[in-house]
């Protein structure tokens, strides 16, 4: 996302825990590096994070040298990891405190969309902070929703991890069904695919099922993380979400198994284990 940012002529600058990562990146391009969030803060009128969870988001903006630290009245923050929709409200309050915009805007695409500047953005705030940020969101993304206010980006991206996860889970037993009874799993695809039942993650996660590339774009730990997001959003709004809490335990199952680092579509196996599949799909 920064290369492509980078590649559009924006001046970056940089800030990672790892600084090393930081420092190779900006070698490649027309970008400097940071020792805090709180730098990039007074040094950047608009500053994005894309980080692994809540806790992470709320340490980088919130946190003793975090951005709000440094952040003055017109700037704006950009967060793009998928997070907490309350942790969202609550931060882009904080921020209006300040004088501040800031902005929810999860993506979906996982790292072929990253590197292609092909992702799915969806975004909560103002509608002056959605439009001030959108020439970014069009350098890094294909799709670009602004939600609504404050959380809404969480709130669709959590939807998003829903539906996927159980996408994926469905395809898994179908594959294994198919499989079991002697029919070619990549004839199973072909057929779903091509009807009622056809999906992007079946075409986006074709090789990973028949070749059994379980190599990380969307990791199982990840996937389930996002899970435990929405089941909490569930809770506070007072929504039933009895599949994707069931789909949330095999995924808790896969990291007990060793596999918390695969790829998501690797719930396949799991399928494969409850059914005692001696022949495994695309084996």
């Known amino acids: 996302m920064a290369k492509n940012l980078m590649a559009a002529g924006y001046e970056l600058v940089l800030h990672n825990r790892t600084r090393e990562k930081a420092e190779e990146l900006a070698s490649e391009g027309n970008a400097e590096v940071a020792d805090s969030p709180r730098e990039v803060a007074e040094t950047c009128p608009v500053a994005i994070t894309m980080l692994p969870g809540p806790a992470e988001v709320e340490g980088v903006v919130a946190g003793e040298d975090g951005l709000l630290a440094g952040t003055g009245g017109g700037s704006l923050i950009v967060d793009m990891s998928t997070s907490s929709p309350v942790l969202a409200k609550d931060l882009a309050r904080r921020a209006g405190e300040l004088g501040a915009g800031m902005l929810d805007a999860p993506v979906s695409g996982g790292d072929v969309g990253a590197i292609e500047g092909t992702l799915s953005i969806m ?123 069931l789909v949330n335990q095999m995924f808790g199952t896969m990291m007990a198994k060793g596999r918390g680092g695969w790829d998501h579509s690797s719930l396949l196996t799991l399928i494969e284990d409850l059914s005692g599949a001696e022949d495994r799909v695309g084996n």
């Open 123 to 245: 975004a909560g705030g103002s509608e002056e902070d959605f439009g001030r940020a959108r020439p970014l969101f069009e350098v890094m993304g294909k799709t670009v929703t602004h939600t609504g206010p404050s959380g809404t980006g969480q709130v669709v991206k959590a939807a998003n991890q829903i539906v996927v996860a159980l996408v994926i889970e469905a395809v898994s037993e179908a594959l294994v069904l198919g499989s079991k009874a002697g029919v070619d799993p990549e004839k199973i695809l072909g057929a779903l695919s091509s009807g009622l039942a056809g999906s992007k993650v079946m075409e986006v996660k074709r090789k990973n099922f028949l070749m059994r590339d379980f190599e990380p774009g969307g990791k199982v730990e990840f996937h389930r993380k996002d899970l435990g997001i929405a089941l909490t959003a569930a809770r506070e709004y007072g929504v039933a979400l009895p599949v994707t809490a």
